[in-house]
């Protein structure tokens, strides 16, 4: 398993070239990737004593990009973007994208959420990608998430998005490009 490359945004724009995608980030958007994985280092060494190069080994959040700060309350949900990979290796016999459905239902359930339908493909471009949508009702308001679910360079990495309708949802899943080359062009 080749090492994990985190990627990059500049000019609204996240490129993984090593991972060969590119994901639109929406104008004034606020970036929280380095702070998730700051607490997720920190949960790991606390609890299982992990170094920071066994917690990347295991997985990385990639990006993560909200619409407003989590802190900031409002009445429409907060839509965000959330792109992380997991090594391939902790889910053993993952043949497969959809496979990863089933540990993933599990979590999105545990956090108030339903399914809706089972995973099917989805292709952007010359990839195909598992996905799953799931909803979460908040107080008078829905909750709509999208998760895409590709296996590449031995990691399995998800696309989550979030958003309060559909049509939310797929305009950020539309920002999402698979490219080829060095520089992810």
């Not at 398993?1 to 090593?18: E, H, I, K, T």
């Not at 080994?57 to 990979?85: C, H, M, Q, T, Y």
């Not at 990495?157 to 309060?164: A, L």
Request: hydrophobic share 40%; with cysteine; proline share 4%.
């Amino acid at each position: 398993m080749s090492s994990l490359d985190a990627g990059s945004v500049r000019a609204g724009v996240y490129r993984n070239p090593a991972l060969g995608f590119i994901c639109k980030i929406s104008a004034g958007w606020v970036l929280r990737t380095e702070e998730m994985n700051t607490r997720e280092d920190q949960d790991a060494t606390s609890s299982n004593d992990k170094s920071k190069a066994s917690a990347e080994k295991s997985g990385r959040v990639l990006l993560a990009a909200f619409s407003r700060p989590p802190e900031a309350r409002a009445e429409d949900v907060n839509a965000s973007i959330l792109i992380a990979a997991e090594s391939a290796a902790a889910y053993p016999g993952l043949k497969e994208a959809a496979q990863y459905f089933g540990p993933l239902t599990e979590v999105t359930k545990a956090q108030g959420f339903e399914t809706d339908g089972d995973p099917y493909a989805l292709v952007i471009g010359s990839k195909t990608l598992a996905r799953g949508d799931f909803h979460k009702d908040v107080g008078t308001r829905v909750m709509r998430q999208s998760t895409l679910v590709i296996l590449a360079h031995g990691y399995v990495v998800s696309f989550t998005f979030i958003g309060g309708t559909d049509d939310e949802v797929e305009e950020l899943i539309q920002g999402l490009k698979f490219v080829s080359g060095p520089h992810g062009k």
